[in-house]
């Protein structure tokens, strides 16, 4: 028997069949996610610890007999935007820009992809960090693998919306985010080596050790293609070749102070300290975890935030206060999540202490005059999948 539709999946069918006068073929779902740690370390083929949250990007599709794609948002008003088939970089902008990569990813890949029409719907608070636009490529690629029967493989599928995202929409963005949407399991963390793709499902259930991961979404508008993500993943690739490696994954802890006195420029001295320091984090919060011993992850989540704000200086007011907040009310770590320059910070905190964290750091935010933030609690959730 097939499962009614949840509330959730008929609203975005409704706007599909309002649409485009038919019903989807069906819906499929991609996650956003948090990042426990491991930040800025994926484009240096180093290690990341993602997991999926409960908020993603639906997407009601069907196949066309038109050669063209016709997408609409239930979050932005308007008529579906038509692309054609052949788009390239640069015809589309906004939104759909991304739906458009996707198709043209796989296209160019040598996918047989045909006329589609798409429906997407998502809570995933866009600015946030939480990756978005990961989950949005992510929904659409699952789609169109399946209508297409591309069979195409997990990994390859993050891979190829990444590419979307790098090369269509003009973003440098890790394979992090991607990874994260497609291969994330309810209950645990993604340990992934983003070198060799390698994974490893981690359990993570704060919940059984009465602790609670909050995330704290500051409201700071984060904005990354305007130019200051790109400085830093030259500053690395610049870096790399100064110290002829292929990455500055390849250059280990304990030979990280060498590795900074061959360095001339001071700024990159900065960045090379946080990427390699934050890989060994990683590998930190990993074992702690493997062990059982939860609180102990704390601190590292406190140092990768120093580290993000003096090395590679890409936290704003907002994050930094909301971290010491947190920490000043009880939090046994904190630490800014994504890529910065606004969005949002996690705290692992005590489950009686999480609404303390939450309301100091509401008053540390009016103290300074910023927005109100707001807070959820993340829980680990599956990754994408067919709904309906």
Same mark, same amino acid.
């Given at each position: 028997?097939?499962? /009614?539709?949840?509330?959730?999946? =008929? =609203? ?5 069949? @309002? ?6 073929? &069906? ?14 370390? *994926? #484009? ?46 640069? $015809? ?22 045909? &006329? ?13 960090? !939480?990756?978005? =636009?990961?989950?949005? @490529? ?14 195409? %493989?997990?990994?390859? !599928? ?15 963005? &890790? ?29 993570? *259930? ?21 130019? %200051? #993500?790109?400085?830093? +993943? ?14 500055? +994954? ?13 360095? $001339?420029?001071?700024?990159?001295? +900065? ?6 320091? /934050?890989?060994?984090?990683? /590998?930190?919060?990993? +074992?702690? !975890?493997?062990? &059982? %011993?939860? *609180? ?21 007011? /907002?994050?930094?206060?909301?971290? %010491? ?33 939450? @309301? ?5 935010? =009016?103290?300074?005059? #910023? ?18």
């Amino acid at each position: 028997m097939t499962p /009614e539709p949840t509330a959730e999946i =008929s =609203s975005v069918s409704t706007a599909f069949t @309002e649409a485009f006068g038919r019903r989807p073929n &069906g819906v499929w779902a991609a996650p956003g996610r948090v990042n426990v740690i491991g930040e800025h370390t *994926d #484009y240096n083929d180093g290690f990341v610890l993602p997991m999926a949250l409960p908020h993603g990007v639906r997407a009601a599709a069907g196949r066309s007999r038109h050669a063209r794609v016709r997408v609409l948002s239930l979050q932005e008003p308007g008529a579906p935007v038509t692309v054609e088939l052949d788009a390239r970089p640069g $015809d589309v902008t906004g939104w759909a820009a991304y739906v458009a990569g996707v198709v043209w990813s796989l296209r160019t890949a040598g996918y047989d992809v045909g &006329g589609v029409d798409l429906a997407v719907d998502g809570d995933v608070p866009a600015g946030a960090g !939480l990756s978005s =636009s990961a989950a949005l @490529e992510c929904s659409v690629a699952c789609a169109l693998n399946e209508l297409f029967g591309l069979g195409i %493989e997990p990994v390859d !599928l993050a891979r190829l919306a990444q590419r979307a995202e790098n090369d269509f929409v003009g973003m440098p963005c &890790g394979v992090m985010d991607q990874m994260a949407s497609v291969n994330c399991r309810e209950g645990h963390v993604l340990f992934l080596d983003t070198r060799s793709m390698v994974t490893e499902q981690v359990p993570f *259930d704060p919940a059984s050790r009465g602790r609670t991961l909050l995330v704290i979404d500051t409201h700071a508008p984060h904005r990354l293609v305007d130019g %200051e #993500y790109a400085k830093r +993943r030259a500053a690395c690739e610049a870096a790399a070749a100064t110290l002829g490696v292929a990455a500055l +994954r390849d250059v280990a802890l304990d030979e990280l102070d060498t590795a900074l006195a061959r360095l $001339d420029d001071a700024t990159q001295r +900065r960045r090379v300290r946080h990427v390699v320091s /934050e890989n060994a984090r990683v /590998e930190d919060v990993v +074992r702690t !975890l493997r062990t &059982g %011993e939860l *609180d102990e992850i704390g601190p590292l989540l406190t140092a990768s935030h120093a580290s993000l704000r003096d090395d590679y200086e890409v936290t704003v007011g /907002e994050l930094d206060t909301a971290v %010491e907040a947190a920490l000043s009310a009880g939090a046994l770590g904190a630490r800014m999540t994504g890529g910065g320059f606004g969005g949002c910070v996690i705290a692992l905190v005590p489950r009686d202490r999480a609404d303390t964290v939450v @309301e100091a750091v509401r008053a540390a935010f =009016s103290d300074a005059g #910023y927005a109100e933030p707001s807070a959820f609690t993340a829980v680990p959730a599956p990754g994408a999948r067919r709904l309906f």
